[in-house]
Structure formats: C-alpha cells, structure tokens
C-alpha cells in the first residue's frame, strides 16, 4: 500500500489483497485486472473503504459454488475485514452501499493458463452474490469485460472515477494477477491438508 498526502488530504493506492478504510478525506486508488475491487460507503455517517481482491485458490471452477471454495471464503474474507473495518469507525452496516469494479479476462484461453481463465468470472459471480445476499445495494458497477480499469474512489462525493487500460498494459495486469495466484498456491500448499482421503 502506497500513501501519499497533500495537507490534510491523502491518496492510497492499493495492491492485490489490500483494503483500506477511512472517516477523512482520501481517494482510495488501484489498478484491476481479473481481480475484483469493492468501493463501499456509509454516505451518511461518511466512511469509505476499499479493497482489491484476487479469488486466489487452485480450487474454484465456472461450476463450483462460491460457499463450497476456498475462493469464495477468502472473498467473504476481503469483504468482511473492510466491513468490520469501516463499522469500527462509525459505519453502520445498514447504510452501506456499494460500489463494484473489475473481474475482467485480459489474459486469452490457452493452454497453460488452466483455470486461472476462469478468475474473472468467479469473481464477478462472486461479489454479485456475497452482496445480495448481506443486502448491500449495488449502486453502480462494471463487471467483466476484455480491458484492465484503474479506479479511484473518493469521500468527497463517493464517485468512482474510471479509466479502462489498453490491451497492452492489460497483459502487464494480467501477468502481474497471474502471479498473484501462483504465489498464493504456493503458499496454500504449504498450509493447506493434503488432498489424500483417508478412510
């Protein structure tokens, strides 16, 4: 996470796997690829909060239900960290609205990219879902789509300012959410039970 500020005012910019939560004014800024960014607000107690989320599991397909993935528990995971963050500073969960960014597939179906093609996906399926169901009104959203986004979110007005990236620069996102999700592997098989079934 990087911060920047101008007198009393701040500018974040977060990476994969960050989130960051304020009463004070700050834009909140990131870049997005395949990974997904929730932009929520309290508009009237004033708290903003963001954060940036790649469903990294090698568990989770198109067909699999969120409840049942690894996927969709660390999702549920970034959603609720940002929740509890911005409640812990004056928001009342009844009054969140949200804001939703990203999910696209910039990186073309082939042979060894596996089921990293389908993160995109999963992650719009996800953030739709995760949002209905604790009855968080979806304000505005962008979803899906073939080009990165780089958003920035500020408490000034709550609006969500929008850039989409050109091809190339989307394959640099890509790679870089690629390798989000392998190290991510990597660290799940460290942690993780083997998958042997014992009977």
Not at 35 to 58: E, K, T, W
Not at 69 to 88: C, F, Q, T, W
Not at 174 to 185: E, H, P, S, T, V
Request: glycine share 8%; proline share 3%.
């Amino acid at each position: 996470m990087k911060i920047e500020t101008l007198g009393r005012f701040k500018h974040v910019t977060l990476e994969p796997g960050e989130l960051y939560a304020s009463s004070e004014p700050v834009t909140i800024s990131t870049l997005l690829g395949s990974c997904v960014a929730a932009c929520l607000y309290d508009p009237v107690n004033r708290v903003i909060g963001m954060n940036h989320f790649l469903l990294s599991s090698r568990r989770y397909s198109r067909d699999l239900p969120n409840f049942l993935s690894e996927a969709g528990r660390y999702g549920i995971h970034a959603m609720e960290l940002l929740i509890n963050e911005m409640m812990r500073m004056g928001a009342q969960r009844r009054k969140i609205c949200a804001k939703v960014f990203g999910g696209a597939t910039i990186l073309g179906q082939t042979g060894n990219t596996g089921n990293f093609f389908c993160v995109g996906e999963v992650n719009c399926r996800f953030i739709n879902e995760f949002l209905a169901e604790e009855r968080i009104p979806i304000v505005a959203k962008e979803l899906g789509g073939a080009k990165g986004r780089v958003i920035h979110f500020s408490n000034g007005d709550f609006a969500v300012y929008l850039r989409k990236v050109e091809r190339s620069n989307s394959e640099r996102i890509a790679q870089r959410d690629r390798n989000c999700w392998l190290k991510a592997i990597e660290i799940q098989e460290l942690t993780l039970p083997s998958e042997d079934i014992w009977l």
